[in-house]
């Protein structure tokens, strides 16, 4: 059996990104190992990508690149085409200056954010525009479009390996441009090793990684399925999710409700804002049991809301 709402200070925790707390002890007992410079250096070119100390770091680098003023203009677009967009990247662009969500003609960069790890679909046509772009590709690691050009079209693409694997820290920032990437991040040695270490073990086995992350992805929507929901996002094959983003189809009157009674049993999760739809964890790290949980707990929810 699984307890529903337990007290509040024995709480499982079911986090977004794969982290576990069991991994504070085994990344720390990881050899040195530099297997993922080398594996960085064939995706993204030797010199031209660097590590930051998270995707937001990597953000504030790559505007930095513009020389931008205050009353310059960043226009966000994302797959979805909604008005939902983290507060981790308008902060970021806040802290430099104006952003919208509508391409004007005093558009100085155009930043697109390959949302949940699903690829923007008409890259090709940004690109003919001749706008610098900047590739948001925290939430699309692993995830490529028909030509595998996800993170190659900008000037600079921009990515959050937490979201991918069992670690607290750490980003990188690519430039596709002729100039190797120079920045200054406030990552030093030790972090930097250790984020090395980290990544080269997990991409080391990059594809039982990929084939754990999809049997987690395909059980957990067929489950979900039978409460109702729904995938938000057509999956096609080169696309590797960050999170299970579900239509709720009006099944529950409430997300932002449903949101504070999975966060009172452990598990994190948000609204999909402006649309009737909400995401969930998961992950490589999630069991078929640990999703039956996360199942029963919204079943449970259901049952008790809807009588």
Not at 75 to 96: G, K, M, P, Q, R
């Amino acid at each position: 059996m699984f307890v529903v709402n337990p007290n509040a200070f024995i709480l499982p925790s079911f986090r977004i990104p794969p982290f576990k707390t069991e991994h504070i002890a085994f990344n720390h007992q990881l050899p040195e190992d530099t297997f993922a410079n080398d594996y960085l250096d064939n995706r993204f070119g030797n010199g031209n990508w660097s590590y930051t100390v998270n995707g937001r770091e990597a953000i504030k680098c790559a505007l930095e690149k513009y020389q931008l003023n205050k009353n310059d203009l960043v226009t966000i677009l994302t797959t979805s085409e909604n008005f939902y967009i983290s507060s981790c990247v308008t902060l970021e662009i806040d802290a430099v200056c104006r952003w919208n969500r509508e391409l004007l003609p005093e558009t100085k960069i155009i930043f697109v954010n390959h949302e949940f790890g699903y690829p923007y679909p008409n890259m090709e046509k940004l690109l003919a525009l001749g706008v610098p772009i900047i590739e948001d590709c925290c939430t699309t690691f692993f995830s490529q479009d028909a030509t595998e050009s996800v993170g190659k079209y900008g000037d600079y693409s921009v990515y959050s390996l937490p979201k991918f694997f069992p670690i607290q820290i750490g980003g990188i920032i690519v430039s596709n441009k002729s100039e190797p990437i120079q920045i200054d991040t406030i990552l030093n040695q030790e972090e930097i090793q250790y984020i090395e270490n980290v990544l080269s073990y997990n991409l080391r086995n990059e594809s039982g990684l990929l084939l754990d992350r999809e049997k987690a992805f395909a059980y957990a929507s067929k489950k979900m399925a039978t409460l109702g929901f729904s995938e938000r996002f057509q999956k096609l094959d080169k696309v590797v999710p960050s999170v299970l983003l579900l239509n709720n189809h009006g099944i529950i009157n409430d997300l932002n409700t449903l949101k504070v009674y999975l966060a009172n049993n452990g598990i994190q999760s948000s609204v999909f804002y402006g649309e009737d739809a909400f995401f969930i964890p998961n992950h490589q790290n999630m069991s078929t049991i640990e999703i039956d949980f996360l199942f029963e707990v919204l079943r449970a929810y259901i049952q008790n809301t809807n009588g």
